[in-house]
């Protein structure tokens, strides 16, 4: 059982998902850091509210508080992630395109070298 769980986790999809969730976690992180630090403050101070954008809220009653705030900033962290993974996937889907291109693509050699061997067979043929 051990080496079915050590063939396992040796296989490439696991790593790459491993790496995958490690490089999501730390840019999470930095979207974050970007909402709170830069474009938090940026907002707050074109609407005049707080320095912190997740303090902004809506008070209706003591039990009744909308933190639209923190919501806005839940929002921005997402456009931002989305964004930045609608580039990336764009970026990938261009090199593979071009790849797969390359790959169609017929050498003009080798395809002269296919007809002289073609040739010469047809001749001992002959």
Same mark, same amino acid.
């Given at each position: 059982?051990?080496?079915?769980f050590?063939?396992?986790?040796?296989r490439?999809?696991? %790593?790459? *998902?491993?790496?995958?969730?490690?490089?999501?976690?730390?840019?999470t #992180?930095i979207?974050?850091?970007?909402? /709170?630090? &830069?474009?938090?403050?940026?907002?707050?101070?074109?609407?005049?509210?707080?320095?912190?954008?997740?303090? %902004?809220? *809506?008070v209706?009653?003591?039990?009744?508080?909308?933190?639209?705030? #923190?919501?806005?900033?839940?929002?921005? /962290?997402? &456009?931002?992630?989305a964004?930045?993974?609608?580039?990336?996937?764009k970026?990938?889907?261009?090199?593979?395109?071009?790849?797969?291109?390359?790959?169609?693509?017929?050498?003009p050699?080798?395809?002269?070298?296919?007809?002289?061997?073609?040739? &010469?067979e047809?001749?001992?043929?002959?």
């Open positions: 059982m051990l080496s079915e050590k063939t396992f986790i040796m490439g999809n696991v %790593l790459d *998902l491993a790496v995958g969730v490690i490089i999501g976690g730390a840019f #992180a979207v974050k850091s970007l909402t /709170n630090n &830069l474009l938090g403050p940026i907002i707050t101070f074109v609407t005049g509210g707080t320095s912190d954008l997740a303090k %902004l809220q *809506l209706i009653t003591q039990q009744l508080t909308f933190k639209y705030g #923190a919501f806005l900033n839940d929002v921005i /962290n997402f &456009l931002i992630t964004f930045v993974v609608f580039l990336l996937i970026v990938i889907n261009r090199l593979f395109r071009k790849n797969k291109e390359e790959a169609a693509t017929v050498n050699e080798l395809e002269i070298l296919t007809e002289i061997r073609d040739l &010469l047809a001749e001992k043929k002959a």
